[in-house]
């Protein structure tokens, strides 16, 4: 069952990048048509789709806070934040970091569905995966 728990989450993510690149497609080619009364049926779209997006950057950010300069020097606020973090995010996002943040720059500029790739253990590459 696990099995086809991962390659449906893969599927999510994966499709949510074509979900992505379509609405900008389409605001585009509406643009190019030249019929610009239309373009606010795809305009709407992007910017809920935009919105969706920085919500799940947010959620990035609130399951792996940014990290203080000095340990000594926490404020309440950093506090929280660190002990509100996902452990098991945090330790696969310090591992890997360079594709933590494709992941994350994908989710923020294309689609808020990739959110879930890192738990989709994609094709079994371990530096893909987050454990939980």
């Keep these: 069952m696990f ?8 599927f999510y993510a994966l499709v ?3 979900d992505g690149l379509s609405i900008y497609a389409l ?3 509406t643009l190019v048509q030249g019929q610009y009364w239309m373009v606010g049926v795809p305009g709407v ?4 789709h935009l919105y969706l997006n920085f919500k799940y950057k947010q959620l990035w950010d609130e399951i792996d806070p940014p990290k203080p300069e000095e340990e000594e020097k926490l404020t309440k606020k950093e506090i929280l934040l660190i002990n509100k973090a996902d452990e ?5 996002n310090g591992k890997y970091f360079q594709i933590a943040g494709y992941v994350r720059n994908i989710v ?3 689609g808020h569905k ?7 253990h994609f094709y079994g ?8």
């Design 3 to 10: 099995g086809l728990h991962r390659k449906v989450i893969a």
């Design 16 to 18: 949510g990048v074509i």
């Design 27 to 29: 605001f585009v080619l």
């Design 45 to 48: 779209a992007l910017l809920a």
């Design 88 to 92: 098991h995010f945090d330790t696969w």
């Design 108 to 110: 923020v500029f294309v």
């Design 114 to 120: 990739f959110f879930a790739f890192p738990y989709s």
């Design 125 to 132: 590459y371990l530096h893909c995966t987050l454990r939980s």
